[in-house]
């Protein structure tokens, strides 16, 4: 028996009754959260991670403050804009990515590995993608730079 010390399960149920108990939260936007933790429960999905994604949601409802089936791609673009502009960390800005257009491929029926175009267009979401696709590596007069870098820190551990 794996110990759970952050006790996921009754904080899975206590962000559950706060999304019920949310005036801010519209029954079309409750509805879907709630299906969707269903959804994310039936595939297996740990406690903490369905936790995670019920909070982003539930934030994700207060910044875009309409209801989720009649985002327009304009609308995710300028979340995602609000999302870059704000004082998240790179990792939580991910995170929310991630919940972002897992949420609207599966509120939207498409099948694995494809997303419908209201985000498709949300960029990397992979940690060390998001590395590699940091703007100072970006410019080409940097890669050869980060390459040699990363051969050199490679034969120091040898």
Request: hydrophobic fraction near 35%; glycine fraction near 2%; charged fraction near 35%.
């Amino acid at each position: 028996m794996v110990l759970d010390i952050h006790n996921y399960p009754r904080r899975v149920s206590s962000v559950l009754d706060k999304i019920r108990k949310d005036e801010q939260i519209s029954d079309s936007n409750k509805l879907l959260i709630l299906k969707y933790h269903q959804h994310l429960e039936a595939c297996g999905i740990s406690a903490g991670r369905v936790m995670k994604y019920l909070y982003h949601l539930r934030s994700i409802n207060n910044m875009m403050k309409m209801d989720f089936e009649k985002a327009t791609r304009d609308d995710m673009e300028k979340l995602m804009q609000y999302l870059e502009k704000s004082n998240y960390k790179d990792n939580t800005k991910k995170d929310f990515k991630v919940v972002v257009k897992r949420f609207w491929q599966w509120m939207k029926d498409f099948p694995d590995k494809r997303y419908p175009p209201e985000v498709d267009f949300i960029g990397p979401h992979n940690a060390r993608t998001m590395f590699y696709f940091h703007d100072s590596v970006n410019r080409r007069d940097n890669i050869e730079q980060v390459l040699n870098e990363l051969k050199e820190s490679s034969k120091n551990r040898n």
